[in-house]
C-alpha cells in the first residue's frame, strides 16, 4: 500500500470558494435541497439500526438525520461553521474540520457515510482515513443525486447562465449531463477505494426516484447550487427570471427524473 499523506489538500481557488459558499443560505440549503432513498440508507445499515456512522461533510445534517430516524448515532464532520451551526440547532453532534484534518481521537464507527460531500475530499487520505475509523465489516458509504430537469427547463438556465456569467467555468457546461458522465465519476470513486486494499471489492448501487417540483419549488432550490451561490443577487435574480419564465411555459410545474449513485465498499477484517 503506498505511502500516504495527511496533509490536507489544497483545492484549487476556484474550487475552495464554491466549496465555501454553500453555507451563505444553510436555512434555504437545507430546505430546499432533497433527501436521499430510504432504500439507500436500509442497505447501508443492513438492518444495523443502532449503527454509529461518520458524516464526512455533513452539511445542514440532511442525511444525518435520516441516519438518526433509522435509529443510529450520528457524528458529523463539516469544514463550514455555518452549517455545523445549523446541523446542531437540528439535533446533529458536528465536529469542525475537514475530513483530513479531522482528529477521531481513538473513536471508530459501523459506517462512514459521505452525502454530495466526497468531491471535496482528497480520494487516498480521505479513503485511508475512512478506513482507520471503521471497525471491521464496517461500510464506507459514497453517494449523491443526479438531477436534470427537462429541456425546456434546463437550455433557458444554461443559456442565462452563459449570457450573465460568461467568465465562469460552468458557463461552457453544456446544459443536459448523460448519467453515464456521473456514473464514470463514482466508478472513480470505487476504484480508488479498491486501491486503498483495506476494503473488499466495491459496489456500485443505484436508485431511480421522481420528484415533481412548482416554480416556487425549483427557483428556492436552485440558488443553493454551486453555479449560483458565488453570483450577485442581481445575476442570480435575472437567471431565475428566466427559469421561472419556461417553468410557466410548462403550466407552473415539473416533474424531475433523479438518480441516487452509490460507490461503496466494507472494509476487511484481516489488516
Known amino acids: 500500500m503506498p505511502t500516504l499523506s495527511r496533509e490536507e489538500p489544497p ?11 454553500f453555507g451563505i443560505d444553510a436555512q434555504r440549503y437545507d430546505r430546499a435541497r ?3 432513498p430510504a432504500g439507500l440508507v436500509e442497505r447501508i445499515l443492513a438492518g444495523n439500526s443502532r449503527a454509529d456512522v461518520l458524516d464526512v461533510g455533513c452539511g445542514t445534517g440532511i442525511a444525518a438525520r435520516q441516519f438518526q430516524a433509522a435509529g443510529c448515532d450520528v457524528l458529523g464532520v463539516e469544514p463550514d461553521a455555518r452549517m455545523a451551526d445549523f446541523a446542531r440547532a437540528h439535533g446533529v ?26 468531491h471535496w475530499v482528497d480520494p487516498v487520505t480521505g479513503t485511508a482515513k475512512a478506513a482507520d475509523v471503521l471497525r471491521p465489516g464496517g461500510r464506507l458509504a459514497i453517494f449523491g443525486h443526479v438531477y436534470e430537469p427537462p429541456a425546456e427547463v434546463a437550455e433557458p438556465f444554461a443559456a442565462a447562465y452563459r449570457r450573465i456569467a460568461p467568465d465562469s467555468p460552468l458557463s461552457g457546461q453544456p446544459a443536459r449531463r448523460p448519467l453515464a458522465l456521473y456514473q464514470e ?11 486503498n486494499e483495506q476494503f473488499d471489492d466495491p459496489e456500485q448501487w443505484l436508485f431511480d426516484w421522481q420528484r415533481s417540483y412548482t416554480r416556487e419549488q425549483w427557483l428556492e432550490l436552485l440558488p443553493t447550487t454551486g453555479g449560483l451561490t458565488q453570483l450577485h443577487p442581481d445575476q442570480q435574480a435575472e437567471i431565475l427570471d428566466a427559469v421561472g419564465n419556461a417553468i410557466d411555459s410548462l403550466g407552473g410545474s415539473f416533474t424531475m427524473n433523479y438518480t441516487t449513485l452509490a460507490a461503496t465498499a466494507v472494509r476487511t477484517a484481516n489488516h
Open 11 to 21: 483545492l484549487p481557488r476556484e474550487d475552495r470558494r464554491m466549496a465555501e459558499s
Open 34 to 36: 432533497p433527501r436521499y
Open 93 to 118: 453532534q458536528v465536529e469542525v474540520a475537514t475530513f483530513e484534518r479531522w482528529q477521531p481521537r481513538g473513536r471508530t464507527f459501523d459506517a462512514v457515510i459521505a452525502a454530495q460531500s466526497w
Open 185 to 195: 465519476g463514482y466508478a472513480r470513486f470505487a476504484a480508488q477505494i479498491r486501491e
